[in-house]
């Protein structure tokens, strides 16, 4: 190369492609997908995240993204109230020239999508994280409203360069996809920090400690972790429920603090509401119980368990079947089932070596492609091959869909 070329790549080096993550709300982003930030710098990508802000943009912008205010209702799907959200969105991603979308659930897709269309942005990331309440409910409204959902993603939405981002292997087919498809990567959820989520000493028995820590909604079963507890505490054993969290006000399933307060007004039943460190609870619990209706992409809160080296019970739903392996890291019980959850936590009540043993089992799984470097290195490959860079020299292979099928 002469000197004269190189002095004018020196000049005027190639910008750095601009990405956008878009997501209803910034504590949601927080909470799960910091590690995307970091994904991005790793493939030589730019981040910005575009989100309803309220009190965690200091900690998006310190873990390295700019943070763009979006106002916008996530309880409604108003048409007219989304055509603005659209167009809002459209002129913002316009403004900050940006090179691709990551929407982040469902609701960021169907605002994300045609703002990047309006915006001529072709390189989408689809990131869908479970189906929320619409695929929990089985009924034909349900249903209806379901396709009514997923069919424009594969139509009027997906450009030649969506690629999809599945957080089990059950979800892809829901949109005609194969967990093996080029445009399809399958990660293990959001990921936890083994070395900060370190295994915890069991705490003292006989009494069985059970703690179910999510947004406290309906399609979480908090209600069956409830009637199980109930049950199970009727037939003389002695088991206790702790629930941990709080409603989302935002959301129509949210269960009211008054039933809520009811609940935890029985022997054997325990409201703590928010707990700001997860490790606080496990130091003190056997077993993590979520017995999701379904809609789960991969519940962070069992792999933050697994993580503490804790037996999990939940539902054969998507998301929790794929992490957990009945009699492995836990139990799986058929959803809404109350007596079937009731009989296995009663089983583990009366085999405490279960218990311990499963706990090791579900530490070790996190290290099968649920940790958070696992999820790094597979979206920084899922960026690479979106922006057609050479793959990051740092990044190691990792087959998380491998390790589901074990």
Known sequence: MSKLVTDKVLQNPAPTPKIAFIVTEDWFFASHFLPMLRAARQAGVEPVVITRVRDHADLIEAAGARVIALEADR??????????????????LRREKIDAVHCIALRSILVGAPAAQLAGIKRRVFAVTGGGLLSAKKDLTGRFA?????????????????????????DPSQFGLRPEDANVTIVGGAGVDPDHLQELPMPALPT???????????????????????????????IRLTLCGEPDPSNPRAISPALLGEWSAEEGIEWRGFVRDVRTVWQEHHVACLPSRGGEGLPRTLLEAAACGRAIVTTDVPGCRHLVRDGIEGRIVPPNDAHALADALIQLSQDHDAVAQMGVAARQRIHQGFSEADIIDAVARMYSKLFSFSEPNDVHSSSLLGSAKS
């Open 208 to 238: 069985l400690r059970v703690a179910l820590v999510a947004r406290l909604l309906w399609s979480k079963g908090v209600d069956l972790a409830v009637e199980a507890v109930r049950i199970a505490r009727a037939q003389g054993h002695d």
């Open 75 to 92: 309880r409604s799907l108003n048409p007219l109230g989304l055509v603005s959200t659209v167009t809002r969105l459209a002129r913002i």
């Open 146 to 170: 379901d396709a009514a959902i997923r069919l424009p993603i594969r139509g009027l939405f997906q450009s030649k360069e969506t690629h999809f981002l599945f957080e089990n292997t059950d």
